[in-house]
């Protein structure tokens, strides 16, 4: 089972980067890479093979291993 996150509404907070930006003048979010959400979605790939290969077929990176 997944851990939930602490706050219920994690998922309408800004990104890292958008807070960083918020705070930093001359940062434009636009311009960065957040490797948060690729690092979740390769863990749930690895977690879960055969749902993401039927949830995203024409992703080939959902393919086996």
């Given at each position: 089972m997944?851990?939930?996150?602490?706050?219920p509404h994690a998922r309408m907070m800004p990104s890292?980067?958008?807070t960083y930006?918020?705070?930093v003048e001359?940062?434009?979010p636009a311009r960065y890479y957040d490797s948060?959400?690729?690092d979740v979605w390769l863990a749930a790939l690895k977690?879960?093979?055969l749902l993401a290969?039927?949830?995203y077929a024409d992703d080939p990176s959902t393919g086996p291993r």
């Open positions: 997944m851990a939930t996150p602490r706050d890292d980067i958008e930006a918020s705070y001359g940062v434009d948060q959400a690729k977690r879960w093979p290969a039927v949830l």
